[in-house]
């Protein structure tokens, strides 16, 4: 075992980051574990690792071409596969085990931490899962704890939170998927992100969001690591159901239910399959990602430049109003019509 190459935090980050680069991150940061002096107990990573000296976050590009699919409306699972499940539970979960592996070997305990949230102790609103867990003694939290992800990233400098309470990095938007590592290292820390400012309130992600999952006035306030943040109440139950296509009325769309159709960002007449355990984002986080990537290059926010700029139609949807629950599966029935949409 080596010892030497860790031991100066200069060195140690120029050879992290050099290290995350190579597993694939597109970005790296570093925070000190105070910065998370004050998160709520469920989502203090210190509880975790109580002697964690710092949190590495990387972040993972989703591919724009992954997204043109359904920008032109004509194949959807490419996002699901390579941009969300396969970065999720694939690529990012590699990068970041392969990180802790290189951290361990020189004696340093760390740890990889994705989107491993079916074992959390709080429910989408931070609330404790009734029946689910108890603390193993009065001082410490439910098990599991789940760090924040995004604010995380935040507090290791990678971006700002945006009205859409998404992570928007300067250099690829909101379009990132990120992971952490937690190590006993201690290393050399970026400051918060204190560039120009990326979301400027435009409300894309508002109107674009096919569940009008995004409040555009009732926000969420939080101060984390001295920062005052803000973003939009965000309806979780309401995206679960939109972001997969399918919206209340009659129909199959979901398996075993009678009551979800599908949407107007939905081509499908049933839910498509998971792709990687989790994609059926069939959305292609319309809102969220795809407006906001389009407002930050019309304000030439984005420091990544690309030869063509993302948006190149004006945003469809499709015409259910013909839809018959009762047709639905035959697997002949052709003829949707789209329009465009107006807006
Ligand atoms: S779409 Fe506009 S308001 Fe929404 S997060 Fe992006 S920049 Fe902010
Ligand atoms: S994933 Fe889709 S449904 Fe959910 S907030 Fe984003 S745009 Fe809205």
């Given at each position: 075992m080596m010892y030497d190459e860790l031991e100066n935090p200069h060195t140690a980050t120029v050879l992290i980051k050099q290290r995350a680069i190579e597993y694939g991150a597109d970005l790296v940061g570093i925070a000190p574990m105070s910065r998370f002096e004050g998160a709520p107990k469920q989502m203090d990573p210190r509880y975790i690792m109580p002697a964690a000296k710092s949190c590495i976050a990387v972040a993972f590009r989703v591919l724009r071409g992954s997204l043109r699919g359904i920008e032109e409306g004509t194949f959807f699972s490419n996002y699901s596969a390579m941009g969300y499940g396969g970065i999720t539970y694939v690529f990012m979960p590699t990068a970041v085990v392969n990180l802790c592996k290189y951290i361990e070997d020189h004696g340093y305990e760390a740890f990889p931490m994705g989107h491993q949230s079916d074992w959390r102790a709080i429910d989408n609103e931070g609330v404790l899962r009734r029946g689910f867990s108890r603390p193993v003694s009065p001082d410490k939290p439910a098990p599991d704890i789940m760090v924040h992800l995004r604010i995380a990233a935040y507090l290791c400098g990678l971006g700002e939170i945006g009205w859409s309470k998404m992570l928007i990095t300067p250099e690829f938007g909101p379009a990132v998927r990120v992971g952490l590592v937690f190590t006993e290292l201690e290393l050399e820390y970026d400051d918060i992100y204190s560039g120009p400012q990326l979301c400027n309130r435009c409300m894309a992600c508002v109107r674009a969001c096919p569940g009008k999952?995004?409040?555009?006035d009732k926000s969420v306030k939080v101060t984390v690591a001295g920062h005052d943040l803000e973003w939009g109440e965000i309806d979780t139950e309401a995206c679960d159901l939109a972001f997969r296509g399918a919206e209340e009325g009659p129909g199959n769309y979901l398996p075993g239910k009678n009551n979800y159709r599908p949407n107007a960002i939905s081509p499908f007449y049933q839910v498509p399959p998971k792709v990687y355990t989790a994609g059926k984002a069939v959305c292609g986080s319309g809102g969220c990602t795809r407006a906001c990537l389009a407002s930050l290059e019309a304000r030439n926010m984005l420091t990544r430049k690309m030869r063509q700029k993302f948006r190149r139609n004006k945003p469809w949807s499709v015409d259910w109003s013909d839809y018959d629950a009762n047709a639905?599966?035959?697997?002949?029935?052709?003829?949707i019509n789209t329009k465009l949409d107006t807006d």
């Open positions: 999952c995004i409040s555009a639905t599966n035959t697997g002949g029935t052709v003829g």
